[in-house]
């Protein structure tokens, strides 16, 4: 934990664990802080960089598809 003295009303926490879970008070000086940490479940978003891989894939398989069917419908 850090507090800036320029800004003592900010708190900084680092490292924070599930485990940490709970409420904690606080009461330096003349200020009151109450952190609540609760543990939430995120369901994990699609990198944006995956995208740059999937996108540019999926399209030169379909243009490849559409080759080989332009490919046979020609030559029958």
């Not at 952190?35 to 740059?52: A, H, Y």
Request: charged share 15%; aromatic share 10%; with cysteine.
């Amino acid at each position: 934990m850090y507090v800036d003295p320029n800004n003592p009303l900010e708190l900084q926490i680092s490292d924070v664990q599930p485990s940490d879970a709970g409420t904690y008070s606080c009461f330096p000086l003349k200020v009151h802080w109450r952190l609540t940490i609760e543990v939430t479940e995120n369901k994990p978003e699609l990198p944006r960089e995956l995208l740059l891989y999937i996108v540019p894939s999926a399209t030169g398989a379909g243009a490849v598809c559409f080759i080989i069917f332009c490919s046979v419908w020609i030559h029958r």
